[in-house]
């Protein structure tokens, strides 16, 4: 969605709140496509600060379907989101390239909604995400899923040489 900001900009002191629906449905980026599951409405708080500058404000709550890191089954993954922007509407078109920040979500006098919350998004994306605690992943040989029960794969004997630091694994689940 779209939010004209001429209106905030004409007057000093000026603030307007906006709750608008999110219209992005996947969030996409080098990692992959996922699916938005689910969205609440977009709450911006926007402020005329003066000489041009606006204080955005805003926050929001993203439900994404991610997969397992161990056994890539789908996670339903939320993102709460609470952000707070300035956005100096003196800059030009190029000064808003140098600066990197404005530039996707803001062109003109217009603010892209969907765009700020993608950034959003993806600047808050989880580090790790796992379907439970105790996850045991999937067979690197048949690429079972070990939650649903072991698989048939013969265990290869272990290299000698790498005794010790199978120990150091086996005292830690997580590495």
């Known amino acids: 969605m779209q939010i004209h ?8 002191g000026k603030t307007i709140q906006v709750s608008t629906e999110l219209e992005m449905e996947t969030v996409s980026f080098q990692m992959g496509e996922f699916p938005v599951l689910k969205k609440e409405p977009v709450d ?3 402020t005329n600060t003066g000489n041009k500058v606006l204080e955005l404000t805003g926050n ?3 439900t994404v379907g991610i997969p397992c890191d161990r056994c890539l089954e789908d996670v339903s993954v939320e993102i709460p989101l609470s952000f707070k922007r300035k956005l100096d509407m003196k800059l030009t078109e190029e000064e808003r390239v140098n600066d990197l920040d404005e530039n996707a979500y803001l062109t003109g ?11 959003e998004v993806l600047m808050n994306w989880p580090l790790k995400v796992l379907c439970k605690e105790d996850c045991k992943g999937i ?6 899923n070990l939650n649903e029960g072991l698989c048939d794969c013969v265990e290869e004997p272990k290299d000698p040489r790498m005794a010790a630091i199978s120990d150091i ?3 830690f689940k997580e590495v």
């Open 44 to 46: 911006l708080v926007i």
């Open 139 to 144: 067979c690197s040989q048949c690429g079972k």
């Open 60 to 62: 929001t709550c993203v």
């Open 169 to 171: 694994f086996s005292k």
């Open 5 to 12: 900001l001429s209106d905030v900009t004409s007057c000093e």
């Open 109 to 119: 006098m217009d603010l892209d909604v969907d765009q700020l919350v993608y950034f």
